[in-house]
């Protein structure tokens, strides 16, 4: 019996060493990753504590980048760590440019430090993305709403056949579902105000019932 109990105080000590050590391992990237981060003045251009400042166009206007405090709920971490070792344009313009287009030259990071800046970002969590069990979906009832009920792709590009057709005003939709969380894109079309208090993209809330809102947030999270 006494053996036993402490045969199992060791196994859990073992155990506790265990998740310890590996909590320890994912810390350091985080530490290690925001230090990068400082040190190549990531923050010169994006923001990295919420919530949202700007109040007026103007404030949005002065934004750099896109902002980056809720990277860890908007992101799939595989993402971030490959496109920071390879970026590709996102959105077609420059940056709140109509005019000028994406210059591609954001900058590069080797795969050591992409990966402990994307362990940083993944920290970086908005507690106004709830788990919404959004699963992606590429059938008929967000295609509906996102191609004829609302014209989405006025604004954003997706994949239609071999080509890719849709505006240029949006960040691509194009790999979306590879690129965003599911249950982001969810809070982010059901309450725009928590990430972009100034408005760019249309409400959608009024104008959509919840379950059009959940089947178009199904739809883009299926995007290829
Ligand atoms: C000179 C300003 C500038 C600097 C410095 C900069 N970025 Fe960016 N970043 C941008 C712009 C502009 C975009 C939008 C690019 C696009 O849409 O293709 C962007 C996009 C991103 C995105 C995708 C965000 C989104 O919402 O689509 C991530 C992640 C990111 N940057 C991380 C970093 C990291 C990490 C560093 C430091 C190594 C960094 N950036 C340095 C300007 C900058
Ligand atoms: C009038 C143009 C316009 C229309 C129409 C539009 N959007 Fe957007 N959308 C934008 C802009 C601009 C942004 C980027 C906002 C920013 O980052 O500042 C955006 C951002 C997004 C994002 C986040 C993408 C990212 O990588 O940050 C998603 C998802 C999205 N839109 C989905 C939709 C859906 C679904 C519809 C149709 C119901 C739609 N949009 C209609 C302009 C538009």
Redesign the pocket.
Known sequence: MRVSVFSSIAVFSIFAAGVLAFAAIAFAGVSEGKGI?DS???G???QIQGPAKEKTIEDMLTK???E?WY?GS?FRKEF?EK??KD?K???PME?YSLTKK?GAN??K?DAKAAKD?SDY?MSLKSSDVKAANIQPKSGPQGRVVFEKKQGCYGCHEVKKGAGVVGGLTG?TLVGAGDRLNPDWIYAYLTNPKVFKPVKDMPVYTGALSDSELKNLAEFVAGLK
């Open positions: 981060f190549k003045n990531c010169g251009c994006h750099k980048a896109p980056l990277a908007k971030l496109w920071l970026p344009p996102i959105r940056f994406n954001h900058a990071l800046v970002l960040p």
